[in-house]
T-cell receptor, first 110, second 113 residues
Framework: GQQVMQIPQYQHVQEGEDFTTYCNSS?????IQWYKQRPGGHPVFLIQ?????EVKKQKRLTFQFGEAKKNSSLHITATQTTDVGTYFC??????????FGKGTKLSVIP | SQTIHQWPATLVQPVGSPLSLECTVE??????LYWYRQAAGRGLQLLFY??????ISSEVPQNLSASRPQDRQFILSSKKLLLSDSGFYLC????????????FGSGTRLTVV
């Protein structure tokens, strides 16, 4: 089945620093989604990217979908302690299911 | 608005005991429903998904089973729990068209002792 590799597994940043997590696939993706899971919580949908080269922004978060639709990134500008959590990418494999990456756990040092 | 309910929130069960976790969705019809397991706070493993009543697809072999007796009800079961069944179980739904993200329930933390 579809597999997505997500890096890094862990990231520790000082508050105010930027953060980026990457998601890569060996195959072309129909779409990619991003989720955030706060410690002790459940994953929450952030955004879906569908088009080649697509860039979407949500306040300090910038999401990109690669031109070849095989990779994606999530960039957070000037991290805050509220950004703490694990960020997952999830690749579309048809309309029924998603394949999740293993996630990047972000720690923000105040 | 659509809501998803999952219970119980936490569960401690002895090895060999049965399991039944329930998930219900409100405010939508004919949703795609999913059961995921998350071990050690990392990674989401798809266990089962369903696109309609009585239709269950299994993704991994295990001693778990799923059922969908009603359109908006999804149940995860086991006849005899193993220690390796411990984990965080998440139910999720998505519209049948599949154009939006998953909405997850709040999860059940299962500890098998």
């Amino acid at each position: 089945g579809q597999q997505v590799m997500q890096i890094p597994q862990y990231q520790h940043v000082q508050e105010g620093e930027d953060f980026t997590t990457y998601c890569n696939s060996s195959t072309t993706l129909s779409n990619i989604q991003w989720y955030k899971q706060r410690p002790g919580g459940h994953p929450v949908f952030l955004i879906q990217l569908v088009k080649s080269g697509e860039v979407k922004k949500q306040k300090r978060l910038t999401f990109q979908f690669g031109e070849a639709k095989k990779n994606s990134s999530l960039h957070i500008t000037a991290t805050q302690t509220t950004d703490v959590g694990t960020y997952f990418c999830a690749a579309g494999a048809g309309s029924y299911q998603l394949t999740f990456g293993k996630g990047t756990k972000l720690s923000v040092i105040p | 608005s659509q809501t998803i309910h999952q219970w119980p929130a936490t569960l401690v069960q002895p090895v060999g005991s049965p399991l039944s976790l329930e998930c219900t969705v409100e405010g939508t019809s004919n949703p795609n429903l999913y059961w995921y397991r998350q071990a050690a706070g990392r990674g989401l493993q798809l266990l089962f998904y369903s696109v309609g009543i009585g239709q269950i697809s299994s993704e991994v072999p295990q001693n778990l089973s799923a059922s969908r007796p009603q359109d908006r009800q999804f149940i995860l079961s086991s006849k005899k729990l193993l220690l390796s069944d411990s984990g965080f179980y998440l139910c999720a739904w998505r519209s049948a068209g599949g154009t939006y993200g998953y909405t997850f329930g709040s999860g059940t933390r299962l500890t098998v002792v």
